[in-house]
C-alpha cells in the first residue's frame, strides 16, 4: 500500500515532494523534509553505534547514539559520546 498524505488523497507523499522540489528547488525540499522530522520526533541526524559494558547490564551491547540536535536525543547520549 502506497502512503498517502490523507485520507482520500489523490497524492502520495513522494508525489508532493517531488512537486515540491520542481516549484521550490531541491534545498527548499531539504529544508521541509527535515522541519517535518523534527515535528514528528523522527531521527535527524546519523546515529552512531556504541558497543560496550551499560550500567546493570551482565554482557556488552550496542546502542544508537544521535546528535544532541536531533530529536531523538537523550541525556545519557552525552556520555557515550565521548
Known amino acids: 500500500m502506497t502512503r498517502k498524505l490523507a485520507t482520500g488523497s489523490m497524492l502520495t507523499v513522494d508525489d508532493q515532494k517531488r512537486l515540491y522540489e520542481e516549484q521550490m528547488g531541491t534545498d527548499a525540499l531539504a529544508r521541509q523534509v527535515a522541519a517535518a522530522d523534527a515535528e514528528a520526533g523522527r531521527c535527524s541526524c546519523t ?14 551491547t550496542s546502542r544508537r547514539v544521535h546528535a544532541p540536535e536531533c530529536p531523538r536525543f537523550k541525556p545519557w547520549m552525552i556520555e557515550a559520546r565521548s
Open 47 to 60: 546515529p552512531s553505534s556504541v558497543r560496550r559494558r551499560w550500567e546493570g547490564a551482565d554482557k556488552a
